[in-house]
Structure formats: C-alpha cells, structure tokens
C-alpha cells in the first residue's frame, strides 16, 4: 500500500515493441530504506506508434504512464526516471511538432510536480524488461489505450457515378 505523504519513482521505458512504466516508493523496512514495488504497467505499440523516433518513443511513453497512473501521481511529488536523456529537452521544446505539442499540454499538469532523470539504459532494468515483454493491447489489459478510430462526421460518404445518373 502506498503511502501518500512519501513521493513516488516512476521508471520508463520504451523499445519497438511496448511501453512500460514501473512505479515505485520508498518504504522503510526493518529501519532501512528500499525502494519497494507499488505498480507495473505494459502495453504494445500501434502499428503508427513504431514509426516514431526513439526520443518521441519515450515521451510517447510518458504521457502514456501518467495517463494511467493519475491515481497515484495526483497525490504527491515524484520522480521520472528514463533511459532516454532527450526527455528533459523535450519538454522545453521551443518548436515541437503537433505530436510532441499535444503531448506537452497534456503532461502540464504534473510539470511541478516531477523531476526528470537519466538512468543509463543498463541499470534500468525494471521498466525495459516490461517494454520488451509488453501486454497485447487489448480490453483485457488495464493499460490497454484504445486505437483511434478516424469519423468524418458530418461529411456525406457517396459515389460520384450514382450521383450523376440522377
């Protein structure tokens, strides 16, 4: 159980199959400190998801693992740990393009609340082995995403040919 007065690690990670986050926390145990599982969370990538570039990936992923865990990260401060050291720049991207632009809005929340690190990608083993060994996305999965369905709504689909016969 977490304990909500304590701030949380979020580890990421993503690779051309899935995306993975791992949340953790300090607890004490036995009057030493250990950073102790709270949640795990994997899903594969879209077909349109694996033409991204790896910094892309990787906040793809992050806005992804906040989206699922606002649960636990409304609450307190925490820290985001990736293997990707172009996470931190691409938050403060002067330019970005439309993808990584929705994506900043939609992390602007938890912006004071987190800080950013770099891991190097060798130590990062909790959230790399979820990106690698992703679940299918699916319904069945909690961190399943829903692919985007594209509606012209409004707009009259007809073949030409019938119309001009009447």
Not at 143 to 155: F, K, R, S, T
Request: charged letters at 20%; a neutral charge; proline letters at 5%.
């Amino acid at each position: 159980m977490p304990n909500w007065k304590l701030p949380f690690r979020l580890y990421i990670d993503s690779c051309g199959e899935g995306l993975g986050a791992a949340l953790h926390q300090k607890q004490i145990i036995n009057d030493k400190p250990v950073e102790g599982p709270i949640c795990f969370i994997s899903r594969q990538i879209n077909p349109t998801e694996a033409r991204y570039g790896a910094s892309q990936m990787e906040f793809l992923c992050l806005v992804w693992a906040l989206e699922k865990l606002q649960y636990y990260l409304d609450r307190t401060l925490f820290d985001v740990i990736t293997d990707c050291n172009s996470v931190k720049s691409l938050l403060n991207m002067k330019a970005p393009n439309r993808h990584m632009l929705r994506w900043q809005i939609a992390i602007q929340e938890y912006r004071v609340k987190m800080t950013i690190a770099h891991k190097s990608g060798n130590i990062h083993k909790n959230a790399d082995g979820l990106s690698g060994w992703a679940l299918a996305n699916t319904p069945e999965n909690p961190a399943w995403v829903p692919q985007a369905e594209h509606h012209l709504e409004g707009i009259c689909v007809c073949q030409l040919e019938s119309m001009l016969k009447q």
